[in-house]
């Protein structure tokens, strides 16, 4: 399906040259912001006290949240668990104060607000488990990545692999370069939705090397300049509608899905646009860069992979 089909291919490789300068650019400054500020992590990585009270009908987790940052917590994390009228409650470690403290701290402060709040339970997680999660979150990085380069291998061509996979992490750095800019508040959900960005950018990639390949057979006269742009200019209009409609559902849990979804939301509409970005300016121009030909994608050139209808077909390169 296509909204509107551009008549004549748009150069976007006679730029490619500047947009990956400011690519490169914007990419140094991420990871000067990841070496010199650092990620803030949440408690599931650092370590804290996790709390679950029960309310006797539907809790304010709004009402929770302030009052629990009027206590002096920073970064804490409150969200429903389980039903409306159960909430958990995540608070950062802090020095000089047992987990044991904190609990009674806060189920102090709730109880004067409400007298029929509940204690359901309380847990210390530890710094060792939050390097463990963290340890795990970064071997699932990297099993994410090498999947992605072995399938573009083998149904591409390693150049459009290679291409791929630098696209995909200059995505992954430049979500973390914001996080670590800002001191948002990285968590495991960040982490999911850095993950999925993953597979969702090399999705837009493989839809651009797919016509690529398909141009290579189609336009024998074309140079891959030519069969690049034209791949890219076609898929415009799969791009708006795929990328418009998911974008409006990762805006609407951002605005309206409260500070539970705000940081998931937010890295992936990072994620999104910067993925759209890259699989155009980066890993099509580093394909082309890297010498992509007709060669590569093309094995054997037979009758029947032209089409009749091209005044090209049968034209040698």
């Known amino acids: 399906m296509e909204f509107f089909k551009i008549r004549r291919d748009i150069p976007f490789m006679e730029n490619a040259l500047v947009f990956n300068i400011i690519s490169f650019l914007t990419f140094a400054a991420a990871v000067f912001f990841l070496v010199t500020k650092g990620l803030h992590l949440s408690v599931e990585f650092t370590g804290g006290t996790v709390m679950e009270v029960g309310y006797s009908q539907s809790a304010d987790v709004e009402g929770v949240r302030k009052t629990v940052a009027g206590l002096g917590f920073a970064d804490v994390q409150v969200q429903n668990f389980g039903t409306s009228r159960d909430v958990l409650i995540r ?11 904190q609990s009674e701290k806060v189920l102090g402060a709730l109880k004067a607000a409400d007298p029929n709040v509940q204690l359901r339970r309380t847990e210390f997680v530890g710094p060792q488990v939050g390097e ?12 994410v990545v090498v999947g992605i380069m072995v399938y573009l291998a083998f149904r591409f061509e ?10 995909n992490l200059h995505d992954v750095v430049i979500i973390l370069g914001f996080f670590a800019f800002f001191q948002w ?16 950018s090399v999705n837009e990639s493989v839809v651009i090397f797919d016509r690529i390949r398909e141009n290579f057979r189609r336009y024998r006269k074309m140079n891959t300049v030519q069969v690049i742009d034209n791949a890219i200019t076609s898929t415009i209009s799969r791009t708006i509608i795929t990328h418009g409609s998911t974008q409006i559902m990762v805006l609407s849990m951002l605005l309206f899905g409260g500070p539970t979804l705000h940081y998931f939301a937010m890295a992936l509409t ?43 077909a049968g034209a040698t390169v």
């Not at 007709?294 to 029947?304: G, I, M, N, P």
Request: hydrophobic share 55%; aromatic share 8%.
């Open 132 to 143: 463990e999660l963290a340890t795990d979150g970064l071997k699932a990085l990297g099993m």
């Open 270 to 312: 990072i994620g999104i646009l910067f993925g759209i970005y890259s699989s155009v300016f980066v890993a099509a121009a580093i394909a082309m860069w890297l010498g992509i030909k007709r060669e590569d994608l093309v094995k054997s050139a037979t009758k029947k992979d032209e089409d009749p209808a091209d005044p090209n």
């Open 91 to 101: 608070l950062p470690a802090q020095k000089g104060v047992s987990s044991a403290q």
């Open 185 to 200: 508040e990285f968590s495991l959900a960040v982490l999911a939705a850095v993950l999925a960005v993953l597979g969702y």
């Open 158 to 167: 390693w150049k459009f692999a290679v291409a791929a996979i630098i696209a």
